[in-house]
Protein backbone atom coordinates (compact mmCIF):
# COMPACT_ATOMS: atom_id res chain seq x y z
CA UNK A 1 0.00 0.00 0.00
CA UNK A 2 1.23 3.53 -0.64
CA UNK A 3 1.90 6.29 1.48
CA UNK A 4 -1.27 8.42 0.42
CA UNK A 5 -3.69 5.25 0.73
CA UNK A 6 -2.34 4.67 4.22
CA UNK A 7 -2.82 8.14 5.21
CA UNK A 8 -6.60 8.20 3.82
CA UNK A 9 -7.63 5.06 5.80
CA UNK A 10 -6.14 6.85 8.59
CA UNK A 11 -8.07 9.93 8.34
CA UNK A 12 -11.20 8.33 7.65
CA UNK A 13 -10.54 6.29 10.88
CA UNK A 14 -9.86 9.75 13.03
CA UNK A 15 -12.82 11.19 11.38
CA UNK A 16 -15.05 7.73 12.46
CA UNK A 17 -14.38 8.40 15.80
CA UNK A 18 -15.14 12.06 16.33
CA UNK A 19 -18.63 12.55 18.04
CA UNK A 20 -21.54 13.33 15.71
CA UNK A 21 -24.43 16.13 16.32
CA UNK A 22 -27.02 14.88 14.98
CA UNK A 23 -29.24 17.39 12.93
CA UNK A 24 -31.74 19.41 15.26
CA UNK A 25 -33.36 22.64 14.86
CA UNK A 26 -34.07 24.54 18.13
CA UNK A 27 -36.58 27.11 18.86
CA UNK A 28 -36.10 30.17 21.07
CA UNK A 29 -37.16 33.94 21.84
CA UNK A 30 -35.13 36.68 23.62
CA UNK A 31 -36.50 39.48 25.55
CA UNK A 32 -34.17 41.97 24.75
CA UNK A 33 -34.51 43.87 28.57
CA UNK A 34 -30.69 44.46 29.78
CA UNK A 35 -28.71 46.56 27.05
CA UNK A 36 -26.50 49.36 26.85
CA UNK A 37 -24.95 51.21 23.73
CA UNK A 38 -21.71 52.90 24.37
CA UNK A 39 -21.86 55.55 21.33
CA UNK A 40 -18.18 56.55 20.00
CA UNK A 41 -18.01 59.85 18.76
CA UNK A 42 -20.82 62.93 18.63
CA UNK A 43 -22.94 60.90 16.71
CA UNK A 44 -25.71 58.59 18.54
CA UNK A 45 -25.66 56.07 15.93
CA UNK A 46 -22.36 55.86 14.33
CA UNK A 47 -19.45 53.31 13.44
CA UNK A 48 -17.83 52.03 15.99
CA UNK A 49 -20.42 52.04 19.03
CA UNK A 50 -20.82 48.76 21.04
CA UNK A 51 -24.00 47.48 22.25
CA UNK A 52 -23.71 45.00 24.94
CA UNK A 53 -26.29 42.73 26.26
CA UNK A 54 -27.84 39.75 28.61
CA UNK A 55 -30.79 39.31 28.22
CA UNK A 56 -33.02 36.26 29.31
CA UNK A 57 -34.04 33.13 26.62
CA UNK A 58 -37.59 31.50 26.92
CA UNK A 59 -39.12 28.91 25.04
CA UNK A 60 -40.69 29.17 22.06
CA UNK A 61 -43.99 29.69 23.46
CA UNK A 62 -42.24 32.60 25.05
CA UNK A 63 -43.27 31.64 28.70
CA UNK A 64 -40.46 29.77 30.73
CA UNK A 65 -37.29 31.02 30.95
CA UNK A 66 -35.01 28.09 30.02
CA UNK A 67 -31.60 30.45 29.73
CA UNK A 68 -29.65 33.31 29.24
CA UNK A 69 -27.72 35.39 26.70
CA UNK A 70 -24.40 37.57 26.66
CA UNK A 71 -22.50 39.49 24.24
CA UNK A 72 -22.35 42.16 21.88
CA UNK A 73 -22.44 43.94 18.54
CA UNK A 74 -20.42 46.64 16.95
CA UNK A 75 -22.30 49.31 14.65
CA UNK A 76 -20.67 48.59 11.06
CA UNK A 77 -23.01 50.33 8.86
CA UNK A 78 -24.70 53.30 10.42
CA UNK A 79 -29.02 52.46 9.89
CA UNK A 80 -28.31 49.08 8.39
CA UNK A 81 -26.54 46.91 10.49
CA UNK A 82 -24.24 45.37 13.05
CA UNK A 83 -21.52 42.68 13.59
CA UNK A 84 -22.39 40.67 16.59
CA UNK A 85 -20.94 38.02 18.58
CA UNK A 86 -22.69 36.13 21.51
CA UNK A 87 -23.18 33.28 23.43
CA UNK A 88 -26.69 31.30 24.49
CA UNK A 89 -26.65 29.96 27.67
CA UNK A 90 -28.92 26.68 27.72
CA UNK A 91 -29.46 23.86 30.13
CA UNK A 92 -27.25 21.26 28.56
CA UNK A 93 -24.58 23.35 27.45
CA UNK A 94 -24.02 27.09 25.66
CA UNK A 95 -23.81 28.19 21.80
CA UNK A 96 -21.88 30.78 20.51
CA UNK A 97 -23.28 32.50 17.38
CA UNK A 98 -21.38 35.26 15.47
CA UNK A 99 -22.46 37.46 12.30
CA UNK A 100 -24.72 40.34 10.67
CA UNK A 101 -27.65 41.81 12.65
CA UNK A 102 -29.67 43.62 10.45
CA UNK A 103 -31.88 46.54 11.46
CA UNK A 104 -34.25 45.46 8.98
CA UNK A 105 -35.47 42.17 8.36
CA UNK A 106 -34.50 39.08 9.30
CA UNK A 107 -30.52 38.20 9.97
CA UNK A 108 -28.48 34.30 9.53
CA UNK A 109 -25.81 34.47 12.02
CA UNK A 110 -23.04 31.46 12.26
CA UNK A 111 -23.20 28.99 14.90
CA UNK A 112 -19.46 29.02 15.58
CA UNK A 113 -19.16 26.36 18.53
CA UNK A 114 -21.03 25.13 22.09
CA UNK A 115 -20.47 23.27 24.97
CA UNK A 116 -21.95 20.40 26.72
CA UNK A 117 -24.59 18.97 23.99
CA UNK A 118 -23.20 21.65 21.58
CA UNK A 119 -19.60 20.75 21.92
CA UNK A 120 -18.17 20.94 18.17
CA UNK A 121 -21.79 22.96 17.48
CA UNK A 122 -22.35 24.42 13.55
CA UNK A 123 -24.99 25.43 11.56
CA UNK A 124 -26.66 28.81 11.29
CA UNK A 125 -28.96 30.98 13.64
CA UNK A 126 -31.93 32.68 11.97
CA UNK A 127 -32.85 36.00 14.09
CA UNK A 128 -36.63 37.57 13.43
CA UNK A 129 -37.57 40.43 15.31
CA UNK A 130 -41.00 39.83 16.57
CA UNK A 131 -44.11 42.12 17.19
CA UNK A 132 -46.46 42.33 20.07
CA UNK A 133 -46.34 42.23 23.90
CA UNK A 134 -43.58 41.48 24.64
CA UNK A 135 -41.04 42.04 21.96
CA UNK A 136 -38.09 40.08 21.39
CA UNK A 137 -36.58 38.25 18.79
CA UNK A 138 -37.13 34.32 17.76
CA UNK A 139 -34.23 32.38 17.45
CA UNK A 140 -33.82 29.47 15.83
CA UNK A 141 -31.07 27.67 15.84
CA UNK A 142 -30.49 24.73 12.73
CA UNK A 143 -27.36 22.77 14.15
CA UNK A 144 -25.86 20.33 12.23
Not at 38 to 60: C, M, Q, R, T, V
Not at 71 to 98: A, E
Request: hydrophobic fraction near 40%; aromatic fraction near 6%; charged fraction near 15%.
Amino acid sequence: MNVSVKLALAAAAALLTLPVLAAEQIKIVERPINETTAHIGAKIDGPGDILSFANPLYEASNKAQIGTDQGFCIRTVVGKSWHCNWTNQLKDGMITVDGIFNDAGDSTLSIIGGTGKYAGARGTMLLHTRAGTPEGYDFTFDIS
